[in-house]
T-cell receptor, first 110, second 118 residues
Framework: GESVGLHLPTLSVQEGDNSIINCAYSNSASDYFIWYKQESGKGPQFIIDIRSNMDKRQGQRVTVLLNKTVKHLSLQIAATQPGDSAVYFCAENAGNMLTFGGGTRLMVKP | GAVVSQHPSWVICKSGTSVKIECRSLDFQATTMFWYRQFPKQSLMLMATSNEGSKATYEQGVEKDKFLINHASLTLSTLTVTSAHPEDSSFYIC??????????????FGPGTRLLVL
């Protein structure tokens, strides 16, 4: 479905803590999911992806979890740093189109 | 890694002006480019898919005569906002698909163009 224009929810975490950002997707036919990071005034930056035949994938300091039963995606950031402060979007791919979720603003407190 | 550039990065114009935004893939050839619009504190919304050498595919609700897209080469797509009005003020972001890869991990985003129409 189309992404919906929403005011961004904010997650505030202490530097060094772990962050968990959640995303609900809409299309059960989506077979590929991506997390993007967007800093103010910049374009989205790829973080990590996962295919629908997996339920977990790990990168450097980041882990993506996929629960297809409830159509839920999460991004875990370990040892959150000030440089992680940004807006995070999940995106789902069904067919040949990316649909973005509403985004979550992560604020890291020193 | 692959780089996508946009030009200009920032535009301020008077109402009624037409504004052209360029999206270039700098080190790869992109058969498909995408144009998104993002309003403040909102998510990216796909406007259209631009295919080299053919007409763009517009999303529902996006006026094709208002947002003209031209994908004349494998490294350049342009978006022209015709007769821009204040409600067109937004952050316009393009992305380019690198066909040498597989899947959307090879879709690279440009830095965005901020348009302000007075």
């Amino acid at each position: 479905g189309e992404s919906v224009g929403l005011h961004l929810p904010t997650l505030s975490v202490q530097e060094g803590d772990n962050s968990i950002i959640n995303c609900a997707y809409s299309n059960s036919a989506s077979d590929y999911f991506i997390w993007y990071k967007q800093e103010s005034g910049k374009g989205p930056q790829f973080i990590i992806d996962i295919r629908s035949n997996m339920d977990k994938r790990q990168g450097q300091r980041v882990t993506v979890l996929l629960n297809k039963t409830v159509k839920h995606l999460s991004l875990q950031i370990a040892a959150t740093q000030p440089g992680d402060s940004a807006v995070y979007f999940c995106a789902e791919n069904a067919g040949n189109m990316l649909t973005f979720g509403g985004g979550t603003r992560l604020m890291v407190k020193p | 890694g692959a780089v996508v550039s946009q030009h200009p990065s920032w535009v301020i114009c008077k109402s009624g002006t037409s504004v052209k935004i360029e999206c270039r893939s700098l080190d790869f050839q992109a058969t498909t480019m995408f144009w998104y619009r993002q309003f403040p504190k909102q998510s990216l919304m796909l406007m259209a898919t631009s295919n080299e050498g053919s007409k763009a595919t517009y999303e529902q609700g996006v006026e094709k005569d208002k947002f003209l897209i031209n994908h004349a080469s494998l490294t350049l797509s342009t978006l022209t906002v015709t007769s821009a009005h204040p409600e067109d003020s937004s952050f316009y972001i393009c992305s380019a698909d690198d066909p040498s890869g597989g899947g959307f991990e090879t879709q690279y985003f440009g830095p965005g163009t901020r348009l302000l129409v007075l």
